[in-house]
């Protein structure tokens, strides 16, 4: 074993270990901000062992994409719904919580067994390296180009409803009663899409 | 293109001269640059305060620092002297953990951001591939060390700080990206040695910044936003939030913080540098007066001085660009927090958008010049 496989064994330990712990934390702790924050530990060491896979340009994807953007967004959404609430014990809360647990070690049961039981066919060729850049665009505009552009149309899908859901902008009158309003529901109504004033 | 000089090589055929395996060679030579750069990148920091402040006084009418060391070179040092033996303190109902590890979120990707800038054709510590991506990711990840950095501080000012910069962070990023895009799209590569190389030949005729105006001055308001600069300041805007995010921050790190946006404003304008202004090439290029003054270009000591010119060119032009900065801060107000994410949104990205289709228009219509 010479140094570089010593350095790699050693970094995928770390690595396993930290995405281990923190998704675990992640499901685990109460408080939310908390979970969010391990969320991105969990997703920079995923990236690392994209590193460790030689896969540069996709580590670099993975940290721009679900850290940088998805992350930051969870972070925001729960930063500025900041709603102090204290939500009543419910009763049995370990009957829920132990029927979570059953089905998603099934799930972790099942796909382990999966993984372990399919015959994977493992490439032969060599691994690509930096010009794995190069590669993963010829696939995307060749043989995975369906996907790739129903991925861009789902993309913009998500960005229209955005902004129709934005677009709400009526903020209650004073004196309105809102009390009857359901702890789920917002205060804004959504605006009339054109013309006249709200 | 010649390789010139490769450090790496001589240093390694240096040591096992000396009788040291290649391995244990390459395991000594490993921490060097990396200790290098971060010793260089803590002094660039210093420096461009130094210069903030010097400029500042300048466009203020005042004389500055003057009686710490000549011209008040010896501030920054009392500066981080001061800092580092300040109390660290945590205010009342802060969350400790999140409030340590904001400050190194930070600062540590701005860090790890400057292994790709080269002053040199060897003179970087990797060539990765994905070269100039690298410091898009890693500069999309200081926005969660932000809003950390404003809900652990316990205090509304701080987090409405730390929002605003992580709202104003990730839409300037995207103006940002794609203007690089344009770049790397005319260069064939991400590397940043390819990105220069490409702009090398005709001298400051070559340069990015005559084929890409668009995306040149694109680049500027988004690198200036993304560093928090004056225009742009809002994170921190002391009329309206105190200090930001950074309001309960103190000592150590404040620091990290402090140091962290002024290293993130030098690695912006090396970066700039590196994408517009032709890197380490001068103006007029070195191989052209090689010629004419009869001169092989592969003399060692051409080549040492072709080397240590790279280096002088790739410094003045980035601190160039930060003195340009500073007077900026100095002359155009603050925008309001509105205006500046429609300038993001509804300006900057459709913009950014047409000239990278501009871009690969001309590149198709005209290989020859715009990289085919």
């Keep these: 074993m010479n140094l570089a496989e010593g350095v790699q064994i050693v970094s995928f330990g770390i690595l396993a270990f930290m995405m281990l712990a923190s998704a675990i934390g992640v499901v685990l702790l109460n408080n939310i901000v908390y979970s969010a924050f391990l969320l991105g530990v969990v997703f920079v060491s995923i990236s690392g062992l994209y590193i460790l896979l030689n896969a540069a340009f996709v580590a670099a994807a993975q940290i721009l994409i679900y850290v940088g953007a998805v992350n930051v967004l969870i972070l925001f959404g729960i930063m500025l719904v900041n709603k102090r609430r204290d939500f009543a014990r419910i009763p049995n809360a370990w009957l829920n919580q132990g029927v979570t647990a059953l089905v998603c070690g099934g799930l972790f049961a099942l796909l382990s067994s999966m993984i372990i039981a399919t015959p994977w066919s493992i490439s032969t060729a060599p691994i690509a390296g930096d010009a794995a850049l190069v590669e993963i665009g010829k696939h995307f505009f060749t043989d995975f180009l369906l996907p790739f552009e129903l991925a861009s149309v789902l993309l913009l899908m998500a960005l229209i409803g955005a902004i129709v859901i934005a677009r709400?902008?009526?903020?209650?009158?004073?004196?309105?009663?809102?009390?009857?309003?359901?702890?789920?529901?917002?205060p804004e109504r959504p605006r009339e899409l054109t013309g006249g004033r709200r | 293109m010649d390789s010139g000089i490769d450090l790496q090589q001589s240093f390694i055929s240096l040591l096992e001269g000396l009788g040291l395996s290649h391995s244990l060679a390459k395991v000594v030579w490993l921490p060097l640059p990396m200790v290098l750069i971060v010793g260089a990148v803590t002094v660039l920091a210093l420096v461009s305060t130094w210069l903030e402040r010097k400029v500042s006084a300048a466009a203020q009418q005042r004389i500055g620092p003057e009686f710490m060391g000549p011209q008040g070179l010896l501030v920054p040092a009392a500066d981080v002297l001061k800092l580092?033996?300040?109390?660290?303190?945590?205010?009342?109902?802060?969350?400790?953990?999140?409030?340590?590890l904001a400050p190194l979120l930070v600062f540590i990707p701005v860090f790890l951001s400057f292994l790709i800038v080269p002053f040199g054709q060897n003179l970087v510590i990797t060539d990765l591939g994905i070269g100039i991506f690298l410091w898009i990711s890693l500069s999309s990840i200081a926005p969660i060390g932000?809003?950390?950095?404003?809900?652990?501080?316990?205090?509304?000012?701080?987090?409405?700080?730390?929002?605003?910069?992580a709202a104003q962070s990730i839409s300037y990023e995207i103006p940002l990206a794609l203007s690089v895009l344009?770049?790397?799209?005319m260069s064939n590569s991400l590397s940043t040695i390819d990105i220069v190389n490409q702009q090398s030949g005709y001298g400051i005729l070559s340069w990015n910044m005559w084929r890409q105006p668009v995306g040149f001055l694109i680049f500027w308001i988004a690198a200036l936003a993304e560093c928090e600069r004056m225009p742009f300041d809002l994170p921190e805007a002391e009329e309206e939030l105190v200090?930001?995010?950074?309001?309960?921050?103190?000592?150590?790190?404040?620091?990290?913080?402090?140091?962290?946006?002024?290293?993130?404003?030098?690695?912006?304008?090396?970066?700039?540098?590196?994408?517009?202004?032709?890197?380490?090439?001068?103006?007029?290029?070195?191989?052209?007066?090689?010629?004419?003054l009869g001169v092989s270009e592969n003399a060692g000591w051409f080549q040492a001085i072709a080397a240590s010119l790279g280096i002088v060119m790739t410094l003045f032009k980035a601190y160039l660009l930060l003195?340009?900065?500073?007077?900026?801060?100095?002359?155009?107000?603050?925008?309001?927090?509105d205006q500046l994410l429609d300038l993001g949104?509804?300006?900057?990205?459709?913009?950014?958008?047409?000239?990278?289709?501009?871009?690969?228009?001309?590149?198709?219509?005209?290989?020859l010049a715009f990289g085919g």
């Design chain 1, 168 to 186: 709400r902008e009526f903020f209650p009158e004073e004196g309105e009663d809102l009390s009857a309003e359901s702890n789920l529901t917002l």
């Design chain 2, 84 to 100: 580092l033996t300040k109390e660290d303190v945590f205010p009342a109902k802060t969350d400790p953990w999140l409030f340590a």
């Design chain 2, 146 to 165: 932000l809003l950390m950095a404003g809900y652990a501080s316990n205090n509304k000012y701080s987090l409405l700080g730390g929002l605003r910069a």
């Design chain 2, 182 to 185: 344009a770049v790397v799209m």
């Design chain 2, 243 to 292: 200090a930001g995010y950074q309001t309960e921050y103190g000592a150590v790190k404040f620091m990290l913080f402090y140091a962290g946006s002024y290293a993130n404003l030098v690695l912006s304008a090396l970066l700039f540098a590196v994408l517009y202004m032709g890197g380490w090439e001068s103006p007029i290029p070195v191989s052209w007066l090689a010629s004419l």
């Design chain 2, 323 to 337: 003195f340009l900065a500073i007077l900026l801060r100095w002359t155009v107000p603050r925008v309001r927090i």
């Design chain 2, 345 to 367: 949104w509804k300006f900057l990205l459709p913009i950014s958008l047409v000239n990278l289709l501009a871009t690969a228009g001309l590149k198709l219509a005209f290989p």
